[in-house]
Structure formats: structure tokens, C-alpha cells
T-cell receptor
Framework: ELKVEQNPLFLSMQEGKNYTIYCNYS?????LYWYRQDPGKSLESLFV?????AVKQEGRLMASLDTKARLSTLHITAAVHDLSATYFC????????????FGKGTHLIIQP | GAGVSQTPSNKVTEKGKYVELRCDPI?????LYWYRQSLGQGPEFLIY????????DSGLPNDRFFAVRPEGSVSTLKIQRTERGDSAVYLC????????????FGPGTRLTVL
């Protein structure tokens, strides 16, 4: 059974600081997705990572994938209040099992 | 263009009743997924359609849950004899194809079983 673990689950940080969210998964996969969810809202796709060593950046967010370590990171640079949200990573293992398995999410609060 | 839409946005029902939740995917997306999200948790996969057929229904919790997509576009998730534990937000997502394609999520239907 595929397990996806995120840490931390809760993070409070100040504006202007840098931080990294980690996503570990238990089964071989080279498909890793990051989503953002605001309170009471649906999920917004941030990044799709499809190969070992993939790195994608959008604004203050950068995501990377190490398939050998079964690890993805979401790095936040110089955080701003607008980035406060819950961030989920998700994995699919393919082979006919194309539904995503999500982590529990990282609840991020950025204080002014 | 229009995103994934879901109706109703909220549904309150009594234990034992039958409910139907509808999902209208992005036009041209052949893959459609249903997930369930409980409070404070990540979404949990229920079922995946490729075209009209359910390619993977391994996430359906029991036989009270059923989903159809008769024409390869709109899908309906059906829950019989609802239980209080079925209360959750039901999310629908669609993508251009299977495996490795970005999944776009709808706003969800919040189901409350009293």
C-alpha cells in the first residue's frame, strides 16, 4: 500500500523567511504533484514533477523530486502572507492505478 | 475556459437516504476522478474513469457507493443508504489523459448526513 507522508503537518513562520516542506512516499514512482488548498476552497495545482531530478519554480515556490530517495521538497523563499494555505503532495504509481494518493497536508501560516 | 463544475455545492440528507452528486469535467478531458476529503485530511481516491468505463474503482469504500459516466463526459456519484460517516467533501477532478497529466479539481460537494 502506497503511503505518502508530509512534514511538518503544521508550520507557522514569519514573512521574509525561507522554509522547506518534505514529502516522502513508500513505493517507486516518478509522478509527484503539489497542490495548494485555501480554507473552504478546492485544490489548485502548483507543480507536476515527472522525472528524477525534476525541478520547477513558480514565484517564491520551488519543487523538486528525487525518485531514488522517494522524496519531494517544496521550498518557500522569502515567504509572504498570501502563501498561507494548506499544501498537499500527491503521488500516483500508474500501472492502471491512476488515482492520486495524498499526504495529510502541511498547514502553513505566514505571520506578517 | 470553464473549469470542473460540481453540483450541488452543499447537500444535507438524513441517514438512510439516497444521494446523487454530479460532476461536469473540463471539455475534452477523457479522464475523470472522484475523491473524498474529510476535515483536516488529504483527499482520498474513490474511482477513476477513462472515457465511459470505470478503469479503477478500488477506492470505493463499499457497495453503497457507485458512479457512472454514461457518455464519457458528465459523471454522477451515487450513494445509497447514507450513513453519518459518509459526511465529507466530495471532489471531482479531470485530466487530459491517464498517468502524468495534471488533474484539475472542481469546487466540491459538501455532503452532510444527519
Amino acid at each position: 500500500e502506497l503511503k505518502v507522508e508530509q512534514n511538518p503537518l503544521f508550520l507557522s513562520m514569519q514573512e521574509g523567511k525561507n522554509y522547506t516542506i518534505y514529502c516522502n512516499y513508500s513505493t517507486t514512482s516518478d509522478r509527484l504533484y503539489w497542490y495548494r488548498q485555501d480554507p473552504g476552497k478546492s485544490l489548485e495545482s502548483l507543480f507536476v514533477l515527472l522525472s528524477n531530478g525534476a525541478v520547477k519554480q513558480e514565484g517564491r515556490l520551488m519543487a523538486s523530486l528525487d525518485t531514488k530517495a522517494r522524496l519531494s521538497t517544496l521550498h518557500i523563499t522569502a515567504a509572504v502572507h498570501d502563501l498561507s494555505a494548506t499544501y498537499f503532495c500527491a503521488v500516483d504509481i500508474g500501472g492502471g492505478a491512476d488515482g492520486l494518493t495524498f499526504g495529510k497536508g502541511t498547514h502553513l501560516i505566514i505571520q506578517p | 475556459g470553464a473549469g470542473v463544475s460540481q453540483t450541488p455545492s452543499n447537500k444535507v440528507t438524513e441517514k438512510g437516504k439516497y444521494v446523487e452528486l454530479r460532476c461536469d469535467p473540463i471539455s475534452g478531458h477523457t479522464a475523470l476522478y472522484w475523491y473524498r476529503q474529510s476535515l483536516g485530511q488529504g483527499p482520498e481516491f474513490l474511482i477513476y474513469f477513462q472515457g465511459t468505463g470505470a478503469a479503477d474503482d478500488s477506492g470505493l469504500p463499499n457497495d453503497r457507493f457507485f458512479a457512472v459516466r454514461p457518455e464519457g463526459s458528465v459523471s454522477t456519484l451515487k450513494i445509497q443508504r447514507t450513513e453519518r460517516g459518509d459526511s465529507a467533501v466530495y471532489l471531482c477532478a479531470s485530466s487530459l489523459g491517464r498517468g502524468g497529466y495534471e488533474q484539475f479539481f472542481g469546487p466540491g460537494t459538501r455532503l452532510t448526513v444527519l
